[in-house]
C-alpha cells in the first residue's frame, strides 16, 4: 500500500479507503439479533482483507443504517493506534441532536473515540448555516473534539462548488470528503483551495458515481486500454498529489483486487496517463464537436433559476458521457434520481422541457436555441423509472 500526509491531520492515509456504505446489512437501523450471521460473516472478511492490504482507514456514517453496529463488532478487535476510523454526522438545526446522533454513532462503533468526524452533506445554505451559526453543530463538533471523543473535524458534500469553497475558506475543517474523478472534474477549484488550507482530500465514489466502472461499456474499456476504467480512474485521480485516498465501497473481500492494480502505474502516471486521455478527448470531440465539447457549460443556468428547476448542466453532462463513451447505463441511474435527490442531487429531469420558455435562463449561453432540443433527446435517451438514493432504498 502506499500512504499520503493527510493535511494538517498528520495522519498517515492509505490511497484507497475502505468505505463502509455498500457491505452493510441494511440502510434502516436493525436489532442485532436481526442481522443476518453471513452479512456480518461478509463485512468481516472485507474489513480482514483491507487491513491485510494496508487499507487502515475505515469510512462510515450514521446513514449507512446497520454499517456502525456491524462494524462495532469487529473493529474493538483490532490495536486501536492502527486504524483510522472515520464516522459522518448530517448537520441539524437542533445541535443537541447532532450529539446525540453522534454518540449513537460511537455507541454502535463501540469506541472511545473515531479519528476523523465529518460533518455530513454540507451542500446547501440551510447546512452551511446549521453549521456555523452559534452554538451550531461545528461548535457541538469541537466539544466533542476538546472530550476526546473526537480528533479531527472535517466534511463531506455532494453540493456546488461555491458552497464547497465557502467552507473550505472558513479554515475550521481539516479534511474534506467530494466527488472528483475523470468525468467530473468541476471540484478542482475546491482541491486547490483545500491544498491552500492544508486539508486532507478524500475522493467520494470514484468508481460508482465515476461511471459505474465495474460494469464499463465496451467503448470505455478500448479507449482506456491497457488499463481498465477502473484502474484509469484512480490513476488519474492519484497523479494529483493534492488527492489523498480514493474511496472503496467494497461489498465484498475482493473488490479491492483491480483497485490494487493502479499502485503498479503511480510512479509512471503521467506518462502511462497520456495517450489514454488523449484518446478520450478525440472521442469525445469526434461525436459531440470541438465547439460543443469545449463550451457547451458557458453560460447555463442552475437549476434554481430555471423554470420547473431542471438541472441543464446535470442533464446535459450525462448526454455528453452517453453520447461520447456509451455510459447510457450510468446515465440513466443519474438521470432518474433527478426529482428524488434532494439537495444530494438536486433538480429536475426534462421530461415537462417542451411546457417552459427557456430563452430567458439560456440568455448568456451560445447553445440558447439548442439546448431545449437537446435536453428532450436526452430526457427520451436516459429517461425511465424513477430511481432512489440507495439510503432511500
Known amino acids: 500500500m502506499e500512504y499520503r500526509r493527510f493535511g494538517r491531520t498528520e495522519l498517515k492515509m492509505p490511497v484507497f479507503?475502505?468505505?463502509?456504505?455498500?457491505?452493510?446489512?441494511?440502510?434502516?437501523?436493525?436489532?442485532?439479533?436481526?442481522?443476518?450471521?453471513?452479512?456480518?460473516?461478509?463485512?468481516?472478511?472485507?474489513?480482514?482483507?483491507?487491513?491485510?492490504?494496508?487499507?487502515?482507514?475505515?469510512?462510515?456514517?450514521?446513514?449507512?443504517?446497520?454499517?456502525?453496529?456491524q462494524l462495532g463488532r469487529i473493529l474493538p478487535q483490532f490495536p486501536r493506534d492502527e486504524l483510522i476510523v472515520q464516522t459522518k454526522v448530517v448537520p441539524k438545526?437542533?445541535?443537541?441532536?447532532?450529539?446525540?446522533?453522534?454518540?449513537?454513532?460511537?455507541?454502535?462503533?463501540?469506541?472511545?473515540?473515531?479519528?476523523?468526524?465529518?460533518?455530513?452533506?454540507?451542500?446547501?445554505?440551510?447546512?452551511?448555516?446549521?453549521?456555523?451559526?452559534?452554538?451550531?453543530?461545528?461548535?457541538?463538533?469541537?466539544?466533542?473534539?476538546?472530550?476526546?471523543?473526537?480528533?479531527?473535524?472535517?466534511?463531506?458534500?455532494?453540493?456546488?462548488?461555491?458552497?464547497?469553497?465557502q467552507t473550505i475558506n472558513s479554515g475550521e475543517f481539516d479534511y474534506v470528503n467530494l466527488h472528483w474523478y475523470y468525468i467530473f472534474q468541476n471540484n478542482w477549484p475546491a482541491i486547490e483551495a483545500a491544498t491552500r488550507q492544508d486539508m486532507g482530500v478524500f475522493i467520494i465514489s470514484p468508481s460508482d458515481k465515476g461511471g459505474r466502472l465495474y460494469e464499463p461499456p465496451e467503448k470505455l474499456v478500448e479507449l482506456c486500454d491497457p488499463l481498465s476504467p477502473m484502474v484509469f480512474n484512480d490513476l488519474f485521480?492519484?497523479?494529483?498529489?493534492?488527492?489523498?485516498?480514493?474511496?472503496?465501497?467494497?461489498?465484498?473481500?475482493?473488490?479491492?483486487?483491480?483497485?490494487?492494480?493502479?499502485?503498479?502505474?503511480?510512479?509512471?502516471?503521467?506518462?502511462?496517463?497520456?495517450?489514454?486521455?488523449?484518446?478520450?478527448?478525440?472521442?469525445?470531440?469526434?461525436v459531440l464537436?470541438?465547439?460543443?465539447?469545449?463550451?457547451?457549460?458557458?453560460?447555463?443556468?442552475?437549476?434554481?433559476?430555471?423554470?420547473?428547476?431542471?438541472?441543464?448542466?446535470?442533464?446535459?453532462?450525462?448526454?455528453?458521457?452517453?453520447?461520447?463513451?456509451?455510459?447510457?447505463?450510468y446515465g440513466k441511474m443519474r438521470y432518474n434520481l433527478l426529482g428524488n435527490g434532494s439537495h444530494w442531487f438536486p433538480g429536475n429531469k426534462a421530461d415537462q422541457v417542451l411546457d417552459y420558455d427557456l430563452k430567458a435562463c439560456l440568455s448568456r449561453s451560445p447553445y440558447q436555441d439548442k439546448i431545449p432540443v437537446l435536453l428532450a433527446e436526452t430526457d427520451r435517451l436516459l429517461g425511465g423509472q424513477a430511481v432512489k438514493r440507495l439510503s432511500q432504498s
Open 93 to 165: 438545526p437542533d445541535a443537541q441532536e447532532f450529539r446525540r446522533t453522534f454518540e449513537q454513532s460511537l455507541a454502535f462503533l463501540e469506541l472511545d473515540y473515531v479519528d476523523l468526524l465529518g460533518i455530513h452533506g454540507i451542500n446547501t445554505p440551510e447546512t452551511v448555516e446549521n453549521t456555523f451559526k452559534p452554538n451550531g453543530c461545528l461548535a457541538e463538533a469541537r466539544k466533542l473534539q476538546a472530550q476526546g471523543k473526537v480528533r479531527y473535524i472535517g466534511f463531506s458534500t455532494h453540493g456546488p462548488t461555491n458552497i464547497i469553497l
Open 289 to 329: 464537436g470541438a465547439d460543443w465539447y469545449y463550451s457547451w457549460q458557458k453560460g447555463l443556468p442552475q437549476w434554481e433559476e430555471t423554470p420547473g428547476e431542471i438541472n441543464i448542466p446535470a442533464i446535459l453532462w450525462l448526454r455528453n458521457l452517453a453520447l461520447a463513451y456509451d455510459l447510457v447505463d
Open 17 to 69: 479507503s475502505c468505505g463502509g456504505m455498500r457491505y452493510q446489512y441494511q440502510w434502516q437501523d436493525l436489532p442485532w439479533g436481526k442481522i443476518p450471521q453471513e452479512s456480518q460473516q461478509n463485512l468481516e472478511a472485507t474489513i480482514h482483507r483491507a487491513l491485510e492490504l494496508g487499507i487502515n482507514h475505515i469510512e462510515t456514517a450514521r446513514g449507512y443504517g446497520t454499517s456502525e453496529m
Open 237 to 286: 485521480c492519484l497523479s494529483h498529489p493534492q488527492v489523498h485516498t480514493l474511496s472503496v465501497g467494497a461489498t465484498r473481500p475482493s473488490d479491492f483486487d483491480e483497485h490494487l492494480k493502479t499502485l503498479d502505474h503511480l510512479e509512471r502516471s503521467k506518462e502511462v496517463l497520456k495517450p489514454i486521455l488523449d484518446r478520450l478527448e478525440a472521442r469525445a470531440i469526434e
